[in-house]
Structures are given as structure tokens and as C-alpha cells.
């Protein structure tokens, strides 16, 4: 499972349940409820908090993905479950990601937060999406990482996965005011046939990021729908290999 959320975590952690409001309808979560339904038991109805699961981490190489099936800074989740889980990470020795589509909700506990964290928002493009979901918009979560960034000495990051079409020097200016100290950039593992850019243009992107910050290259292919105004392609096995040089 590690593997697969990012290639820098070595555990994941949940012990938020219920379900989380935003719902994306990309996400893979979805898949997991729908086949196993024990998860459906817990990744349904109003969030609860699972406290059999805050047993401190105290490997101090671990990097846990905190709640990767669900968001604890979604609306929906109270703040005692929320202040909960942050005295959990605190009293753990490992480093944790938190990662939300709601970030705003980073700044009502910014004095509450342990060191030992990394704060992240998934943000697919500097352009809006709105049929995709519910969470706040990509323009949105931009904006307030920025702001985040003005508000804390804490390492933030970007999840740019699975990455939608968007409009390159926007994009790239947007990421390097947020500072992040690492991004991920990857494609929709699902064959969702999203509005993808090309290939050819997301390299271009990951050039450019790597001029200020570390880039985590995830999937990386042809757009299985290109936006109609862009042709370009390379070969898949060419353009990876590019990318990993």
C-alpha cells in the first residue's frame, strides 16, 4: 500500500472513519469500499475516531501517511477528533504527512501542530474543476497554500496527482510561491479519461519545477483524453526515460 500512495512512505495510518465528504469521483477509495465491505462498515456514515489505532510510532525513519482513506481536515470532522489525532503524532518519534483538499482548515490548529509533520494538499491543475467533486476549488487550494506559506516555518508539499490539464506558467508560478520543499506528479492510475494535458507538456512542467523543488515522478504516459486544442505526444517509454534522467 505504501508504495503506492508515495514512493518516500513507509506506513499509512487511519484511525479516522466514516466518509469523507469531498467525494472525488476519481478516487480509489471508492474501488476499495465497493469490493471489500468491511471497509464499507468503516469508511461510511459520520466520521468517528478509531482510537485502537493511536499507539504511538516511535521509529524515527518512518514517514506515515496520516488518514490516506479519508481527509481529517475535511469540515465534517470535529475539532476534538482532529486536536486527538495531532497528540497522537506528537507523542510518535516518526514524521507524518497530513495531506487534505480543505488546507484552509491548516490554520485553525497551525499553534496545535507537532513539529514532526509535513502539511500537503492533492492539487491537480491551476485550473477549476468543479464536476469532479466537492472539495474546495484547485484555484482555491492554490491560494491558500500560499498563504500557508506566509503562516508557518513547516515543510509543505503538493500532491499534483492525478494531474489535469492546466496552463503551464500559471501553474508553475502558483507551486513556486507555495515553496514546497517536494512535489509528486503523476497521471490517473484508474483510466478515468479525465482532461488530461499531453504527455510532451507535463514533462515540460516537471522541467521546470525541478528548477526550485524536488519532483517525485509517479505515472507517467499519454493522456488517455487529450484536450482537443493539443496534439503533442512523445512514446511512452521515451518520454519516461526522459523524465528519470
Given amino acids: 500500500m505504501a508504495n503506492k500512495v508515495f514512493p518516500f512512505i513507509t506506513k499509512t495510518v487511519n ?3 466514516g466518509q469523507c465528504p469531498h467525494r472525488c469521483s476519481y478516487c480509489w477509495r471508492h474501488q476499495l469500499v465497493n469490493r471489500f ?8 456514515g459520520s466520521c468517528w475516531l478509531d482510537e485502537s489505532r493511536l499507539k504511538p510510532l516511535n521509529n524515527p525513519d518512518d514517514f506515515v501517511f496520516l488518514c490516506d482513506m479519508t481527509d481529517l481536515m475535511a469540515i465534517t470532522v470535529p475539532d476534538r477528533i482532529i486536536e486527538r489525532v495531532l497528540d497522537f503524532v506528537r507523542d510518535s518519534k516518526a ?3 497530513i495531506q487534505t483538499k ?7 490548529f497551525l499553534d496545535y501542530m507537532p513539529n514532526n509533520v ?4 492533492s492539487i491537480e491543475s491551476n485550473r477549476n474543476y468543479p464536476s469532479l467533486g466537492k472539495a474546495p476549488s484547485q484555484k482555491e487550494r492554490l491560494e491558500t497554500m500560499t498563504n500557508l506559506r506566509h503562516a508557518t516555518d513547516l ?9 489535469l ?4 506558467k500559471s501553474f508553475v508560478d502558483h507551486v513556486r510561491r507555495v515553496a514546497p520543499s517536494s512535489v509528486v506528479v503523476g497521471y490517473d492510475n484508474y483510466n478515468h479519461k479525465m482532461a488530461e494535458p499531453s504527455l510532451a507538456k507535463t514533462l515540460k512542467f ?5 528548477t526550485f523543488t524536488y519532483v517525485h515522478k509517479k505515472t507517467l504516459r499519454n493522456a488517455l483524453r487529450k484536450p482537443e486544442f493539443e496534439n503533442e505526444s512523445l512514446p511512452v517509454q521515451e518520454a519516461v526515460n526522459q523524465a528519470q534522467n
Avoid at 480543505?102 to 485553525?108: A, S
Avoid at 515543510?155 to 494531474?163: G, H, N, R, V, Y
Avoid at 490539464?165 to 503551464?168: H, N, Q, R, W
Fill in 118 to 121: 509535513v502539511l500537503s494538499s
Fill in 15 to 17: 484511525p479516522l472513519g
Fill in 37 to 44: 465491505p468491511v471497509l464499507a462498515e468503516r469508511y461510511l
Fill in 206 to 210: 516537471i522541467e521546470q519545477l525541478e
Fill in 95 to 97: 514524521k507524518f504527512l
Fill in 102 to 108: 480543505n488546507p484552509q482548515r491548516f490554520f485553525d
Fill in 165 to 168: 490539464d492546466f496552463d503551464l
Fill in 155 to 163: 515543510p509543505l508539499f503538493i500532491a499534483i496527482e492525478p494531474i
